[in-house]
């Protein structure tokens, strides 16, 4: 991480920039389709018939509001210094806030009159969410997954086929996550008349990080009503795990102005930052131009994207959205990194003090909390995104503590 | 005069069409560029994009991209391909146009990259990533360099957005001649004369055409609706295809001559 910026609240600025990140790097082709969807997008977004529509879904099928907890056990594990709510995300219609987005975005498809949906998917949850979205709304659905990721991730890839969608196997690159990303591009480029791209997080080209986190600010919308209520007082600090980022924006984002709380976002440092191995783009990644727009990228001294290294699927990704690189940049979140092994003891303890078997991914924030919560001063709050459960990582989990289910 | 103005006046005051074809740097490998850039001169070829390789390159087809990965496996750096230039311009006028997607050049530095550009005798910049939008990062840098900057305009481009793309043009302009990646196809939008009078009513500067462009009769058909005819992917096949080949630059050449040959004016 190199940039400064002054923070500002109202990003993005009319052309999509965060400051010097974001924007529309991509071939002119899209660059009309993206124009279009910007303009389609602010018509509907503030239609109450839209809203009234997306609120039912939220509400009725997702499962909306979600439970803010407080963890009393895990609060006293820690010390006792802070009371620790855990935003449970994982509760959602398909185990993870990905439906926020997919729910909002597969509506806002039907509304622009797009009869067909493709997504890129890494570990499959983004493709599930959006297969199921699109089966509830009756859209076409076709999702590319590296071919990589298809055979270390079969059980999602039945999900997605049993709920309708296609899963279209991507061969090019190295076959994982970015380079699915690059054939949904493509796709999208040859078919943008009868085709809406659901991206999974708070990146690519604006209008997405926009898009994306509107819709998952619902997070943080409710988490801030919940805890004025429970604590009578915004919390001290918000935890939340950042790969893409949309789960952490989303809970951020209402927050933005509220100075005193502090934001962390926690990346995944794999193996440990000063290796090869790890997906901590902010923390060890410089400033690049990547899926169409500008933000913290890992790559060569050549400008070549080098791939992420994460036991977590959903944080296994060389970039990350650039309302991230912009609050990193402008000091108003501040992003720290945690190894696959402190993800697994996190694992451990949220199951052991409060019954929760929580999604690798959320791990990174409850190895955050670890260290955070015993720093800070007695009568501290502080919420945790739980973002997803980790039912889908049992297997990674029982290999990453050394045991063969 | 920049070597690609001084071409395309050549070229119509004889009343021709340029052939442009698309090679990418190091591909199969880095020894093979100055040989292949050559034998594209010998074949007619009046303006040359190269490639310069990205590890994720989205508007490329899988031709294209698969020869991107095998140029970056090879070593292919930009300084290595600016090398290459080096050479090349030592022995030639024909202008060359590095064709790449943005984030190699915005980590090199895009003023350096183009200050060292212009050194070795680079005439312009194609980023197909970079529309005219967020060009504005890149075009002084370039300018100052004395280097034009390529914008391409693709079907999907609204007659608004056309003239804004062609004030912001320099070199050339770039038609898109379908949606979608690079790649050769069987037919070439016979559709192209409409939108090619709409570019050509928003600008004085030449036009080309480029994707899916293969055959002598496709670039016949397109070298009498624009000044320059845009040969890529067709050209990439025929080098992988003939990689370890004794007579590659020699098929590489003939090839070139076939797609130049109908873009000149019948002499009688």
């Known amino acids: 991480m190199q940039a400064t910026e002054t923070y500002r609240t109202t990003v993005p600025d009319a052309r999509g920039h965060f400051g010097i990140f974001g924007g529309r790097y991509v071939p002119e082709t899209l660059m009309p389709v993206l124009i279009e969807l910007e303009k389609q997008y602010y018509s509907v977004k503030d239609d109450p018939e839209f809203q009234k529509e997306l609120r039912y879904y939220l509400r ?104 309708g969608a296609k899963v279209i196997s991507v061969t090019s690159g190295t076959s994982t996550l970015k380079d699915a990303t690059n054939e949904a591009m493509r796709d999208w480029m040859a078919r943008c008349d009868d085709t809406h791209y659901i991206i999974g ?41 950042v790969g893409g980022g949309s789960n952490a924006m989303g809970i951020f984002y209402p927050f933005r102005a509220d100075l005193e709380t502090a934001l962390y976002g926690v990346e995944a440092a794999g193996f440990g930052i000063h290796t090869t191995q790890h997906a901590a783009t902010i923390g060890a990644g410089q400033v690049g131009v990547f899926h169409g727009a500008k933000s913290y990228v890992l790559q060569t001294d050549d400008g070549q994207i080098t791939p992420a290294h994460s036991i977590s699927a959903g944080l296994d990704y060389p970039g990350t959205g650039p309302e991230h690189s912009y609050y990193a940049a402008t000091g108003r979140a501040q992003y720290v990194s945690i190894t696959d092994d402190e993800a697994l003891e996190g694992v451990k303890l949220l199951c052991r003090t409060e ?11 409850v190895a955050q909390l670890v260290k955070l919560v015993p720093t800070m001063p007695k009568d501290s709050v502080v919420v945790m995104n739980l973002s997803g459960r980790g039912d889908k990582d049992v297997f990674s989990i029982a290999k990453g503590i050394g045991m063969n289910l | 005069m920049n070597r690609i103005d001084k071409v395309f006046a050549e070229l119509k005051e004889r009343g021709e069409a340029a052939l442009i074809p698309y090679l990418t740097a190091g591909f199969p490998n880095l020894e093979a560029t100055l040989p292949l850039l050559r034998a594209l001169v010998r074949g007619g070829a009046d303006v040359i994009e190269l490639g310069v390789p990205f590890s994720d390159p989205v508007a490329d087809g899988p031709t294209i991209q698969r020869s991107s990965s095998e140029a970056l496996a090879a070593g292919t750096t930009f300084p290595k391909i600016l090398e290459i230039v080096k050479q090349f311009r030592a022995e030639s006028e024909t202008p060359i146009v590095l064709f790449g997607a943005y984030n ?69 302009l770039y038609y898109i001649s379908v949606k979608g990646v690079t790649g050769a196809r069987t037919s070439v939008s016979l559709e192209l004369e409409k939108p090619l009078a709409q570019v050509h009513a928003a600008t004085k500067l030449p036009v080309a055409v480029g994707f899916g462009i293969g055959t002598p009769e496709q670039a016949a058909q397109v070298g009498r609706l624009a000044e320059g005819v845009v040969v890529g992917s067709a050209l990439v096949d025929l080098v992988g295809k003939n990689r370890d080949a004794a007579d590659r630059d020699q098929k590489v050449e003939e090839y070139i001559r076939s797609m130049k040959a109908p873009l000149k004016p019948l002499t009688v």
């Open chain 2, 104 to 172: 190699p050049f915005f980590h090199y530095g895009m003023e350096k990259a183009a200050r060292d550009a212009a050194t070795v005798g680079v005439d312009a910049f194609l980023i197909p990533d970079l529309p005219a939008d967020e060009g504005t990062e890149a075009e002084p840098a370039i300018r100052e360099a004395g280097l034009y900057l390529i914008y391409l305009i693709a079907p999907t481009t609204p007659p608004d957005r056309v003239k804004f793309i062609c004030s912001r043009g320099s070199g050339f």
């Open chain 1, 60 to 163: 009725d099928y997702v499962g909306r509001p979600t439970p803010l907890f407080l963890a009393e056990r895990l609060s006293r594990e820690l010390g006792g210094n802070a009371r620790i709510y855990l935003k449970r995300e994982d509760l959602c219609h398909t185990g993870a806030h990905k439906i926020n987005n997919t729910m909002g975005q597969a509506l806002l498809a039907k509304r622009i009159g797009k009869p067909r949906v493709i997504a890129e998917t890494g570990a499959g949850q983004h493709g599930v969410a959006t297969a199921t979205a699109c089966a509830l709304l009756d859209l076409q659905c076709e999702v590319y997954m590296g071919a990589e990721d298809i055979e270390r991730q079969k059980l999602n890839v039945f999900r997605m086929e049993l709920l």
């Open chain 1, 201 to 241: 997080s708070v990146v690519g080209p604006h209008p997405f990080p926009m898009i994306v986190r509107d819709f998952q600010a619902v997070i943080g919308d409710e988490t801030k009503e919940q805890i004025l209520e429970r604590e009578g007082r915004l919390p001290d600090a918000i935890v939340a795990c």
């Open chain 1, 355 to 365: 019954g929760i078997i929580p999604a690798l991914e959320s791990a990174h924030a």
